[in-house]
């Protein structure tokens, strides 16, 4: 554990958007699977590219129409 607190930012951000790649690739449900993919391929067109602003990543989170927050209930 020691090691990881040692990375530097980014890869840190390749660590956890890795390990959440592995997690959706569990879901089931076609219309949650969907916006995960979304929204996964915008962070890492963020960590690679720098395109996108917080609101843009945080709106997959909390749209109140398909927010990944709100998808399942």
């Not at 660590?15 to 995960?36: E, K, W």
């Not at 843009?56 to 709100?70: C, K, P, Q, R, S």
């Amino acid at each position: 554990m020691n090691n990881f607190f040692r990375l530097d930012d980014e890869k840190k951000t390749v660590f956890f958007l890795s390990a959440a790649q592995r997690a959706i690739d569990q879901i089931s449900d076609n219309t949650i699977l969907s916006v995960c993919k979304c929204a996964m391929i915008n962070c890492w067109e963020q960590l690679i590219d720098h395109n996108y602003n917080g609101e843009v990543l945080y709106d997959f989170l909390d749209n109140e129409e398909n927010g990944i927050t709100l998808l399942g209930e």
